[in-house]
């Protein structure tokens, strides 16, 4: 063994030492912490235990986020123009009163929603469809009145 090779050993024993004498137990941590580092140490404890601890810190709350308006824009094929609607509830009901409002459609008429695709499917729209609405959708809007059913047809086309 050379000279070298020994030096080389014991430096790195030496580091390694240094090493694991910086660094601290969990129990280390949470008593040199402070006052929460003992309420803490209790806490754990009790609860190996199953006393009753009475925790300090505040319980989670439920974040709500609230939703906001989301805006359609919308025209019959003979308009030039869209117009804006604006959603505050994305339910089919919210639609239904926003749609009445904008082409004038009597409170008390039923409103039948459908939606046209692409490929020419006529569907019933129900409130998770509206729910899939995103801000600045744009939709040419077909109102027809069923004389004999008594109720306005609106159909959305995509």
Do not use: W
């Not at 030096?7 to 694991?20: G, I, V």
């Not at 137990?25 to 008593?31: G, P, R």
């Not at 006529?122 to 069923?146: A, G, K, P, S, W």
């Amino acid at each position: 063994m050379t000279v070298g090779s020994s030096l080389c050993n014991e430096l790195s024993n030496l580091t390694f030492r240094k090493d694991r004498e910086s660094k601290r137990s969990i129990s280390q941590a949470l008593n040199s912490s402070g006052p929460t580092g003992q309420d803490n140490t209790q806490h754990i404890n009790s609860i190996g235990n199953g006393d009753d601890v009475i925790n300090d810190r505040p319980t989670k709350q439920a974040r709500i986020t609230p939703t906001r308006p989301v805006t359609i824009y919308v025209k019959k094929s003979e308009e030039r123009v869209y117009s804006a609607l604006c959603l505050n509830k994305m339910t089919l009901e919210g639609l239904k009163e926003e749609v009445a409002a904008k082409y004038v459609i009597p409170k008390n008429m039923p409103v039948k929603l459908y939606k046209r695709t692409r490929k020419g499917l006529l569907i019933h729209m129900d409130t998770r469809m509206v729910e899939q609405f995103q801000d600045e959708d744009d939709f040419l809007v077909e109102v027809n009145f069923q004389n004999k059913e008594g109720v306005f047809e609106v159909t959305f086309l995509y």
